[in-house]
């Protein structure tokens, strides 16, 4: 019994440690995409923040939108 589990434990664990390599790559290859963004103009800050964004439901950008527009009216900032 042990040996099955010990099996299926490094399993596991192999494919974790596979998932994480390519999480890896897929991080570096985002970040090229952004370097190529900035060597062509684009300002990769605020395409994150755009990234972020679309990720969001409408209703939840909305009520951060709304929340926004409030501290900064509360702070003078127009």
């Not at 299926?8 to 998932?19: A, G, K, N, P, Y």
């Not at 290859?29 to 605020?46: H, L, N």
């Amino acid at each position: 019994m042990a040996d099955a589990t010990d099996d299926r434990l490094r399993l596991l664990i192999e494919r974790i440690e596979r998932l994480e390599e390519e999480k890896k790559g897929t991080a570096d290859d985002i970040r090229d995409v952004y370097a190529e963004a900035k060597a062509v103009g684009y300002d990769p800050k605020i395409m994150r923040q755009v990234v972020r964004l679309r990720k969001m439901k409408p209703n939840d950008r909305e009520e951060q939108d709304m929340v926004l527009e409030t501290y900064k009216a509360a702070l003078g900032m127009g």
